[in-house]
């Protein structure tokens, strides 16, 4: 499998990237079945509530779960592609310094972010594991599966962050993105 690894991400982090580029890839996979999914279900429940007058308890929490698990669980492979949203306004007002300290800055930020998000969330499914929490649906499934997709969703997009931050970070990043644009070239 072919992966588009940042070639100045320091040797020492190179399994750690291309472990989360299989990793990210497969959950790519598998939120595109979760979102499948959540479409059928959600036109399964307004088919079944407005033409057969069924009762859809279930419908609507078994959509959120799959949408829950697709965003979080995709956040890694979409932050590997840098494909979140950032502001730009300062990017071509700062001497290209200025700017990599810039850019080094919200990678460090955004990885501290996330990884204290992450940490919360795992604190969540462990308290939803071990006191046995629900939804308050008469359906009433375990809070554990949402909390647990989300806490594992932001460990990878933390994961993530830290290797591209580490890249961002190493002194010869500079040396080894020109000579990787020369070869390109």
């Not at 492979?77 to 800055?105: T, Y």
């Not at 501290?112 to 795992?122: L, M, N, P, T, Y």
Request: hydrophobic share 55%; with cysteine.
């Amino acid at each position: 499998m072919k992966t588009d690894l940042d070639p100045a991400t320091p040797q020492w982090l190179m399994p750690l990237a291309r472990l989360l580029a299989v990793i990210n890839r497969v959950m790519v996979v598998l939120g595109m079945f979760a979102l499948l999914v959540a479409a059928g279900v959600l036109t399964y429940s307004v088919i079944s509530r407005y033409v057969m007058q069924a009762s859809t308890d279930w419908q609507d929490e078994a959509a959120v779960f799959c949408l829950v698990g697709a965003t979080f669980m995709c956040g890694g492979f979409v932050q590997s592609l840098r494909g979140h949203i950032g502001i730009e306004a300062m990017a071509g007002l700062l001497p290209p310094v200025l700017e990599r300290l810039r850019l080094a800055l919200v990678d460090i930020t955004a990885t501290a972010f996330c990884a204290f998000f992450a940490w919360k969330s795992w604190s969540l499914f462990h308290e939803a594991w071990v006191e046995g929490q629900t939804t308050s649906s008469s359906w009433a499934p375990p809070l554990w599966i949402p909390y647990g997709l989300m806490a594992m969703g932001m460990t990878l997009l933390s994961l993530q962050l830290f290797v591209q931050a580490a890249a961002r970070l190493n002194p010869r990043a500079a040396i080894v993105v020109v000579r990787h644009e020369e070869v390109l070239s």
